[in-house]
């Protein structure tokens, strides 16, 4: 059984920083893309970033490159997303998702998720 779990949201102010975790367990890490999404209230859910196996790439949505990064540590068997200059907007619920052959934006294309990690982010 495949289980993924975020870890390291939090409450923090505008241009803080903040890096999120997210490990799976049950499945072989290096064999999975992941990606990370996230959820404001009242609107959909929508990639972040996400990074793929094979071939190997990396998105960043657009509104975040240059504050967000994303990275993988196979040796740990997680994927990190480094949050700089974070912005009220950037609050939302935020979820990781992995799957072995999925890779994209919708969240139709990740079959397992995480139960997500909450970021609040004061003006």
């Known amino acids: 059984q495949v289980q993924v779990a975020e870890s390291g949201g939090g409450l923090v102010q505008a241009g803080d920083s903040l890096t999120l975790s997210c490990g799976i367990s049950?499945?072989?890490?290096?064999?999975?893309?992941m990606a990370w999404f996230r959820q404001a209230p009242g609107k959909e859910r929508e990639i972040v970033a996400a990074?793929?196996?094979?071939?190997?790439?990396?998105y960043i949505l657009d509104s975040v490159k240059g504050r967000f990064f994303i990275s993988r540590d196979n040796a740990k068997s997680t994927v990190n997303l480094q949050m700089n200059s974070l912005k009220p907007e950037d609050t939302a619920v935020y979820y990781c998702?992995?799957?072995?052959?999925?890779?994209?934006?919708?969240?139709?294309?990740?079959?397992?998720w995480g139960q997500g990690t909450q970021v609040t982010v004061s003006s």
């Open positions: 998702a992995a799957d072995p052959r999925g890779w994209g934006s919708s969240t139709g294309q990740y079959m397992y």
């Open positions: 049950g499945a072989t890490f290096t064999r999975y893309n």
């Open positions: 990074t793929r196996v094979n071939p190997r790439s990396t």
